[in-house]
């Protein structure tokens, strides 16, 4: 299941173990063609990744943070970290190989 990111509750969400980010508009296509994805990959990681929706319109602030300049975007964080970044509706399987790189799987 996926976490709702706030600007004050971010640094906890990320903070421990594999994180992935999504952030989104309800406005924007393909946030809503990679939706679907997002959320299978929470169902299949679940315990392993914490998934995590971040709104750009209500985290204005983290978007700047992190130089969000297209959506969807997805920034992969181990242990509070960036370590890795997705631009579009990419496929889930390139998704699943950057997971199961920082995994170690």
Do not use: H
Not at 4 to 23: K, Q, R
């Amino acid at each position: 299941m996926e976490q709702i990111a706030t600007n004050a509750n971010f640094p906890s969400l990320i903070g421990e173990g594999v994180a992935m980010v999504d952030f989104w508009a309800t406005w924007c296509g393909p946030c809503r063609v990679l939706g679907p994805t997002v959320d299978d990959i929470a169902k299949e990681y679940e315990g392993r990744v914490t998934v995590i929706k971040c709104n750009v319109d209500d985290c204005e602030d983290l978007a700047v943070e992190y130089g969000i300049r297209n959506i969807p975007t997805l920034i992969f964080f181990k242990d509070g970290q960036p370590v890795d970044r997705l631009v579009g509706a990419v496929p889930k399987s390139e998704i699943e190989g950057i997971l199961d790189s920082i995994l170690g799987v």
